[in-house]
């Protein structure tokens, strides 16, 4: 690379970024604070970062990188030491046939490239990024990086299949392998991920983040470092580390940024060594209101009504992770008042809810959904929550115990609404019992949010918005909205979820022809002609005003 040594101002001025009075100003201002020239220039109001970065790469030739797009190759992180990085602010971010490739604010700094040259011992090759954007990717990667060279080194040499020393992985952030787990689990938090997948193979380790609900590989680790990985996440979450045959269960609390977080471990044993699960929960959860799930209006006058009735059952369906537990939160945040006693038991408690007593399950000791169940029964509730009916006992004991005077939430797995009709027989609770108990299903699914900011109109043929479900005449009007993706959503094009709902309160009609032995098709019929919303339905109304897009209905309705 040839350099020279033109300076910054001399070429915002040679291209009309800024003035020759704004640039004595921040020479003045650069004489009495210090800082960089185009800090400075920045701070008082006279340009951007991108203006110049992007006057750099047009004026000298050099390639503007877009950070927050780019995908940054970890292995040329690692090459050069963090504390480099930081000092110098650079980031290397890849590779260009045999030269490394270096994100710089300042291109021209000559005595920064010679010191990465020297450093990693490659020639390199700047390309322009603004500051801000070079600041996030070492906040990000750098660390990362740079402990995943050092586990490298570390561990090539050790036997991969022995766990490293205890003491050693119970030591602070000096120990690289330990810096590694906090790192993705920084990440992770930081990423809006609920769920981290440490996943061993025949040739490394998948680490993979689940962000609103989809999951996207962050990285592949070494074989040599699973050992150690598995072993630093076990001995944090209080796990037996000499067992690798069973599954076991752990918890991890922390402090991530000063946000507290709780975090529930699950292994299990593969060919290639444990698998792990890490749930990432808040512990300053907020419970979300019922107007805040995504309910339609009439969806929640329905819901209302139903839940303010003294007795009965309501039941909430969906598959795992379609966001049953929020909802049943969200109902009990409503009906949760000094005049009401309200009892929970659920596999865990998640949340603790203030004014409500939350039981959970532990089956070492017997206390199972249905044991709890009946505790609770003779602790004078006026309303009881059962996270989940899945055995006979428990699907029994639940809906009888809304045919005594108490107000029932609880989940089921089931596709739809109509279909918890035959699931609740199905467990040998006896029809009279079901018909006469049960106040409504929801059926839910949880579909991706378009990022607002970056969504964009997609081209989609008329029979294509016919063939999702839009009538012909809405088919002609509709505008489809679909992912683009931009820095705030991490390039994704959505950012969170919303709720897709069916609701299905059984009045008379329903219950009898439950009775009369109707298939749940049929059921589905009338409740239709009764005013029932589809899941579909209710996604299509989504699509139509542009909160989600077609793609996401396909992926999670049926």
């Known amino acids: 690379m040839t350099y020279t040594r033109e300076r910054l101002g001399e070429l915002l001025l040679t291209a009309g970024v800024i003035s020759q009075e704004q640039m004595d100003a921040a020479l003045d201002e650069q004489r009495q604070s210090g800082g960089k020239l185009g800090a400075v220039l920045v701070s008082l109001g006279f340009t951007t970062e991108e203006q110049i970065a992007d006057t750099l790469a047009t004026q000298k030739g050099y390639e503007y990188v877009d950070l927050s797009a780019y995908r940054v190759d970890r292995t040329a992180v690692s090459l050069l030491p963090a504390r480099v990085a930081h000092m110098r602010h650079v980031i290397p971010i890849g590779f260009s046939d045999e030269d490394l490739v270096l994100a710089m604010a300042d291109p021209l700094d000559i005595e920064t490239a010679d010191e990465v040259e020297v450093r990693t011992g490659y020639r390199v090759v700047p390309v322009v990024a603004p500051p801000s954007q070079i600041s996030r990717a070492i906040e990000r990667y750098v660390s990362t990086g740079d402990t995943f060279q050092q586990v490298v080194d570390a561990m090539e040499e050790a036997d991969t299949d022995d766990e490293l020393d205890t003491e050693v992985l119970v030591g602070g952030e000096d120990v690289p392998i330990v810096r590694l787990v906090n790192q993705l689990i920084r990440e992770a938090v930081r990423e809006r991920a ?135 939160y969200a109902a009990l945040q409503e009906l949760n008042d000094p005049h009401r006693k309200i009892i ?5 408690v998640e949340y603790q809810m203030g004014g409500v007593t939350q039981i959970g399950v532990n089956t070492k000791i017997g206390l199972t959904f249905a044991t709890g169940l009946r505790t609770m029964l003779r602790s004078d509730p006026d309303i009881i929550m059962v996270g989940e009916i899945r055995d006979p006992e428990t699907a029994e004991i639940a809906i009888r115990s809304a045919l005594t005077g108490h107000l029932v939430l609880s989940s089921i797995h089931t596709n739809d609404a109509p279909s918890a009709f035959t699931r609740l027989v199905d467990m040998g609770v006896p029809p009279y019992i079901v018909a006469s108990s049960l106040l409504g299903v929801v059926a839910q699914r949880l579909a991706r949010r378009l990022c607002p900011e970056c969504k964009t109109v997609v081209r989609t043929t008329k029979a294509e918005r016919v063939a999702a479900g839009f009538t012909p005449e809405e088919a002609r009007g509709v505008t489809v909205y679909g992912p683009k993706g931009c820095e705030r959503c991490a390039h994704s094009g959505y950012r969170g979820r919303i709720g897709l709902f069916e609701l299905m309160p059984v009045d008379d009609d329903i219950s009898r022809l439950f009775m009369s032995g109707a298939a749940a098709d049929r059921i589905r019929d009338l409740a239709i002609e009764k005013g029932m919303v589809t899941l579909r339905r209710d996604a299509l109304d989504k699509v139509a005003d542009g909160t989600t897009s077609l793609s996401e209905l396909a992926r999670v309705v049926m």
């Open 344 to 348: 929970t038991i659920e596999d865990p």
């Open 194 to 328: 609920s769920d981290i997948h440490i996943e061993p193979g025949l040739e490394g380790v998948r680490i993979r983040y689940r962000i609103d609900g989809v999951l996207h590989e962050v990285m592949s680790l070494p074989l040599a470092a699973r050992a150690g990985v598995v072993s630093r996440v076990k001995i944090m979450a209080e796990m037996d580390i000499a067992e690798r045959r069973r599954p076991q269960d752990g918890k991890i609390a922390l402090k991530i940024e000063n946000r507290p977080i709780d975090l529930r471990v699950a292994s299990v044993p593969t060919p290639f060594g444990e698998s792990l699960v890490i749930r990432i929960l808040n512990a300053d959860f907020s419970f979300l209101s019922l107007t805040s799930l995504g309910m339609n209006d009439a969806h929640l006058g329905v819901f209302r009504d139903l839940i303010a009735r003294p007795h009965g059952a309501l039941l909430v369906s969906g598959p795992t992770g379609s966001g049953k537990s929020t909802s049943l």
